[in-house]
């Protein structure tokens, strides 16, 4: 195997400022906005959007996380049992404009089982994406409204994204076999 560095912790620092940048653009002063996170990466790196946002309007976003194994269109096809986290949305969906966040987007299944997972709480106001690495190669026509960073793979590469809150450090690195 071979793994190659892209995106350091510095820059990925600058990645999240630059990404809650465009939210506060596009959204203001952000009223009805809440963020969704894809467990589990994704859940962590929501939680460091919401803190940036926190911090710029000087109040609390309100947000929640998705177990998406559960909802995987797909999971039947793996061969491990679909974990059972946390799925909290502690929000009325109804309300609100969402962020669904996650680490990589890849083929977009996880993002369209997410939407029906979101949509079975109700009918939010509008739904945009947000992830960190985007790594090409959809099968459905998902695109990302907020891109931390596109990466140009192979089907076969992995796409390992470390971070602090479980891997101590902040990372993302390709590995190619
Ligand atoms: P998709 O459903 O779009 O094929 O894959 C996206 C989901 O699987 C995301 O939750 C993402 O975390 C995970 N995923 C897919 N490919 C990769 C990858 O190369 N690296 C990592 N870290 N996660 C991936
Ligand atoms: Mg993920």
Redesign the pocket.
């Given at each position: 195997d071979k793994a190659s560095m892209i995106i350091s912790a510095e820059e990925i620092s600058r990645l999240m400022e630059a990404l809650a940048a465009q939210v506060l653009t596009r959204h203001g002063e952000c009223e009805d906005l809440a963020i969704i996170g894809?467990q589990r990466?994704?859940a962590d790196l929501a939680e460091r959007l919401k803190a940036i946002l926190d911090e710029r309007l000087g109040r609390r976003i309100p947000l929640g996380k998705l177990d998406?194994n559960l909802y995987r269109d797909d999971w039947s096809d793996l061969t491990v049992q679909p974990l059972i986290n946390c799925t909290e949305i502690p929000f009325e969906i109804t309300k609100h404009k969402i962020i669904l966040v996650?680490?990589?987007?890849?083929?977009?299944?996880?993002?369209r089982a997410a939407l029906e997972a979101i949509l079975d709480y109700g009918r939010p106001k509008r739904v945009e994406l947000m992830c960190l690495v985007d790594?090409g190669h959809r099968e459905l026509p998902i695109q990302p409204d907020y891109i931390g960073m596109k990466i140009e793979t192979e089907l076969t590469d992995?796409?390992?994204?470390l971070v602090r809150e479980r891997d101590d450090e902040d990372k993302v690195c390709v590995t190619r076999t």
């Amino acid at each position: 195997d071979k793994a190659s560095m892209i995106i350091s912790a510095e820059e990925i620092s600058r990645l999240m400022e630059a990404l809650a940048a465009q939210v506060l653009t596009r959204h203001g002063e952000c009223e009805d906005l809440a963020i969704i996170g894809i467990q589990r990466r994704g859940a962590d790196l929501a939680e460091r959007l919401k803190a940036i946002l926190d911090e710029r309007l000087g109040r609390r976003i309100p947000l929640g996380k998705l177990d998406i194994n559960l909802y995987r269109d797909d999971w039947s096809d793996l061969t491990v049992q679909p974990l059972i986290n946390c799925t909290e949305i502690p929000f009325e969906i109804t309300k609100h404009k969402i962020i669904l966040v996650d680490d990589v987007l890849f083929t977009g299944r996880t993002v369209r089982a997410a939407l029906e997972a979101i949509l079975d709480y109700g009918r939010p106001k509008r739904v945009e994406l947000m992830c960190l690495v985007d790594r090409g190669h959809r099968e459905l026509p998902i695109q990302p409204d907020y891109i931390g960073m596109k990466i140009e793979t192979e089907l076969t590469d992995h796409v390992n994204v470390l971070v602090r809150e479980r891997d101590d450090e902040d990372k993302v690195c390709v590995t190619r076999t």
